[in-house]
Structures are given as structure tokens and as C-alpha cells.
């Protein structure tokens, strides 16, 4: 099943739902980061979370940027996605691997830990970035992304997201839903709701099951409750490039620059974000001086 994100809204005007498949956006992060077990369930189910805040954005160009730092063995996570199903992320400790939990699952709550925050960054084209963050509600992700909507959103949400490791540590399935309340929902309707997802089988489980977004979010509001709106492609995708590094490190003081070229002969940069390597030799290196120069920067 290829990678996936559904829009819908009740019938009855009373919630918007999202719901994505998301396991070969996840097991593209995983190969490119090498990541074990908690490190990939960590990572992607960030990754899932943030995928589907974008697209809850109204806005069009908007990107959202998350990171998570709990503290944990894990360190800390970023994730950057647009509005079009293009996300990124990495995590600073990819090799981390720990005992289940009480549960039989993998421990994320005690991977990424609660001693920190979860900070949204909201980026539009010729707006200054907005940040807001709240304290971690549990390092279990999608709780902390229910805070984050409830707190700083002012939008009561419940959000599910899930990463099924393998044993080899490939990804044998990941999604998730993100389910919002909008004004005029009665408290009745916002009780069978919660009642529901807490009655069906884990998400991991309908993944699993090869569920699709839309049969889950059928699963808690019922078959012909929902008008569904959009389906965008997911992907796990870095717009990174040699220019754009480029240009970052015009940006260098000229000092550091000219150090690394007489230390060096050269350059070798990676993206955190994809791992891909650039290398740029004495005039490439001499040529992003000489545009520095022209910027002043000293």
C-alpha cells in the first residue's frame, strides 16, 4: 500500500479527521538513519505526528517544524513537513534499542523521556516564524501532540500514532489519525468519540491488519458518517542540495571559512536530515569566500 493521507469531516459538522499510512515514509527515515528499534519508533511516529499537523494547516505554503526533547536516551527529534505530504526529520541517538514495556511494546515513553518540551514552529512565506511549545504529557508522541493542540491550539484533538518495528528493525507498519473538534460539537458527540477509539484495536493493530485511513476513521465514527475531502500522497523527502549548502555557509565569517581552506584544502558537509554527503573542493571553497567577502561577513 502506497503512502497516504485522508481529509474528511463528520456529516454532521461536528469533527475533522485525518488518518495516514505512512510505513515506507517511516522506512525510508530508518535506512537513511540507521535507526534501532525505539530510536525508529521515536523518530517515526514524530514524523507521522508532524505530517499530519501540516496538513490540518489551513494556510497553503505553510511548513511546520517539531522537535521533541524529552531528555531520554533518544535525544532530541526534529521534523519539518509542508502542507503537501513532504516530510523530513532526524533524531540525535539513532542506535537506541531498550526492554519492552509492560505492554509487550516498544518503550517510547521511556526513550524520548518527559523532562523537556514539544515546540511547534509554523513558517509561512513572507511572515515571521511563530513558535509556541508545551511541557511533554507523556513522550508516548501522540499524547504530547493531544497537549499541544488542546494548549496552544485552543483545539480539543485526540491524536494516534504508531510504528510496528520488525525484528531486523524494518518497519513492519506505521500511521496514524488525528481527529479535531470543531466549534459546536456537543458534549455527547465529543463522549461516543473518545468512548470509540478507546474501544477499537490499536492502531498498530489496523495497520497491521492492512487498514486503510479510511476504513480507521470508519472505524471510530462509522461507515457513512463521513465526507471524505482529499487523499495527498506522503513521503519522506529532503529538498536538500550542494547550492543551498552553498548558501548556508556564505553565511560563515569569513575568518572560519578561510581557516577550513588552508586547514583542510576543502569542505565535507552532511545533511542532518537525509545523511547525504557534499564536498566541495579549494575553488569551490575559495568561491563561497570570495561571495562572503562581498556580504561582509568578517
Not at 511516529?45 to 496538513?55: K, P
Not at 488542546?150 to 504508531?162: K, L, R
Not at 555557509?249 to 558537509?269: C, H, N, R, T, Y
Amino acid at each position: 500500500m502506497k503512502d497516504y493521507l485522508v481529509k474528511a469531516t463528520t456529516t454532521d459538522g461536528m469533527f475533522r479527521a485525518y488518518a495516514v499510512t505512512a510505513q515506507e515514509m517511516v522506512m525510508t527515515a530508518q535506512k537513511d538513519h540507521d535507526t534501532w528499534s525505539a530510536s525508529s519508533a521515536a523518530l517515526g511516529r514524530t514524523l507521522i505526528g508532524t505530517v499530519m499537523l501540516a496538513a490540518s494547516v489551513d494556510k497553503s505554503g505553510e511548513a511546520i517544524t517539531v522537535k521533541i526533547d524529552g531528555k531520554g536516551p533518544v535525544g532530541e527529534i526534529i521534523a519539518d513537513s509542508d502542507s503537501k505530504g513532504n516530510v523530513k526529520g532526524y533524531i540525535q541517538k539513532p542506535h537506541v534499542h531498550l526492554p519492552l514495556n509492560v505492554n509487550h511494546k516498544i518503550d517510547v515513553g521511556k526513550a524520548v523521556g518527559v523532562n523537556g518540551f514539544l515546540e511547534v514552529t509554523r513558517t509561512s512565506d513572507g511572515e515571521d516564524p511563530y513558535t509556541s511549545s508545551v511541557p511533554l504529557a507523556s513522550g508516548e508522541i501522540g499524547d504530547d501532540f493531544t497537549y499541544y493542540l488542546a494548549q496552544s491550539e485552543q483545539i480539543p484533538s485526540a491524536v494516534g500514532v504508531s510504528v510496528f518495528v520488525n525484528d531486523d528493525n524494518s518497519i513492519g507498519a506505521a500511521g496514524g489519525y488525528l481527529i479535531q473538534v470543531l466549534p459546536g460539537a456537543s458534549d455527547e458527540a465529543i463522549s461516543k468519540v473518545i468512548t470509540r477509539i478507546k474501544q477499537i484495536p490499536m492502531i498498530s493493530e489496523l495497520l497491521l491488519d492492512h487498514q486503510t485511513p479510511e476504513e480507521i476513521l470508519e472505524l471510530i465514527f462509522g461507515k457513512g458518517k463521513l465526507h471524505f475531502l482529499s487523499t495527498n500522497p506522503v513521503a519522506f523527502y529532503c529538498n536538500c542540495s550542494k547550492t543551498k549548502f552553498a548558501r548556508d555557509l556564505e553565511g560563515i565569517p569569513v575568518s572560519q571559512l578561510e581557516a577550513m581552506l588552508k586547514e583542510d584544502d576543502g569542505l565535507s558537509v552532511t545533511c542532518n536530515f537525509c545523511q547525504k554527503h557534499y564536498d566541495y573542493d579549494e575553488d569551490e571553497l575559495a568561491t563561497i569566500i570570495s561571495v562572503a567577502k562581498s556580504r561582509g561577513k568578517n
